[in-house]
Each structure stands twice: as C-alpha cells, then as structure tokens.
C-alpha cells in the first residue's frame, strides 16, 4: 500500500477485555514503531521493531502490553485486560530504518480505543 | 536526557498572515534530527519537514521553513501566508544519533486559523 495502514480504526470495549490492533507498515520499512498518544496530549513511545533485532520494549506500561512483527512486516500490539486509563489513539509509524536522525517516520491514522 | 519544549499550547492566527510555531530542545548528542509534524483533526501524523543538526541552511519545504538556532537548541517552524487548512495540531520531534529507536515529541500546538 502507499502508507501506514491500522485496523480496527475504533474500538470499544469493556473493561478486562483483551484488545488486538493491527498495522501494516509502507512496504519496504525495516522499522516499526507503535505510540500512543491520550486526549490533548502529544505522543508516548510504546515500541520499536527493526528488522530482525529484538524489539525495544522500553516504553511499554505495564505487561499487559505486549507487540509482535510477524515476517517483519505486519504488527500486532495486544493490550490485556484492559483498563479504561489504556483509553487513547494507538498510532503505528514505519521508517525506513537507517537508524541515522534523518530517518522519517510515515504514521497511521492511528486505532481509537475507548474503554467502558 | 534529551527533551522537545512546546511552550505555546494554543495560537490563533489571521488567515494569509505568517504564524511561527516554537520549539526548544535539549540533548547532550552532537547529532540529532528534528522534525515538525502535523496532525489534524482526523488523527493522522503528517510529516512536515526535517532539519539535521549538521545541517548548514536552514529546511524549507514550500510554505514551510524551519528557523534552526543550533546555539539557543530551538527549531522553530515558520508557516508563510497561512491558509484556513493548517489548522491543526503541530508537533515538534527530536531523535538523537545515540537512540535511533526513538523520537520523542513535544505536547504539541494548537494552530486555528481565522478567516
């Protein structure tokens, strides 16, 4: 595709629920990024994937939160037992991956998900 | 620990007129990259323009041109003959050479245009 897909775009669920969102990165892009960005406020880091290196992990909340690339391509972050503080826009980014500062990040149009 | 100030949270500005966005930053790394992105209401992140820290001229990229001050650590981006479609949210961003795995934001400006 021509840029950064997600789905679902919206989800709603209850509170305790497990949650899968998908993205599907600008073919090419060794480097996958997920953030999460809550209401007026800018943008948290929550992953990093590159290529078949180990992912960065750092910013990930808590162990409810977990990602996966399968084929180095497609990315799943699965949130567990879902909170209504984990209510946010949830963005999927991809770059190139050169790991030089001139590498640009392209981003999604993000997943909404509202927990009740 | 490197660090993107966005002291102005909101800004109202008159159509056609020029309008300047601030952005301070903080690293201890020689080498980083700074970029401004804009998100409007629908969501989406749109990359607008980057500047490199050994860059020697300052980015532009049509109406858009960032006011680099390697001295004072600011990137301000400067939007030229502003239209009612750049209302938005701007967010400034930084990755340092040191960790390429992350670019940390700004909490970003409000810009609305006014007719």
């Known amino acids: 595709g021509a840029g950064v897909s997600q789905s679902p775009s919206n989800k709603v669920t209850e509170k305790g629920k497990d949650v899968e969102l998908r993205c599907d990165p600008i073919?090419?892009?060794?480097?996958l990024y997920w953030y999460r960005q809550s209401l007026g406020q800018g943008l948290e880091f929550l992953i990093y994937?590159?290529?078949?290196?180990?992912?960065?992990k750092s910013g990930l909340p808590s162990d409810r939160f977990s990602a996966e690339r399968t084929g180095g391509s497609v990315s799943t972050l699965t949130i567990q037992r879902t909170q209504q503080e984990d209510s946010a826009v949830y963005l999927c980014?991809?770059?190139?991956?050169?790991?030089?500062?001139?590498?640009?990040?392209?981003f999604g149009p993000g997943t909404r998900l509202t927990v009740l | 620990a490197q660090k993107i100030t966005q002291t102005q949270p909101g800004m109202f500005v008159q159509e056609k007129e020029a309008v300047t966005l601030d952005c301070t930053y903080d690293?201890?790394?020689?080498?980083?990259?700074l970029f401004w992105y804009k998100q409007p209401s629908s969501g989406e992140m749109i990359f607008l323009i980057y500047?490199?820290?050994?860059?020697?001229q300052n980015a532009t990229e049509g109406r858009y041109s960032l006011n680099f001050q390697k001295a004072r650590k600011s990137a301000n981006l400067v939007i030229s003959a502003s239209q009612l479609g750049d209302s938005a949210m701007y967010f400034c961003?930084?990755?340092?050479?040191?960790?390429?795995?992350?670019?940390?934001f700004g909490s970003g400006t409000r810009l609305s245009i006014r007719p």
């Open positions: 980014a991809s770059s190139l991956g050169t790991l030089a500062p001139t590498d640009t990040q392209y």
């Open positions: 073919s090419g892009h060794t480097a």
């Open positions: 994937f590159q290529g078949n290196s180990a992912p960065d």
């Open positions: 690293t201890s790394d020689p080498s980083y990259g």
């Open positions: 500047q490199g820290s050994y860059d020697q």
């Open positions: 961003a930084m990755r340092e050479y040191s960790s390429a795995s992350k670019i940390i």
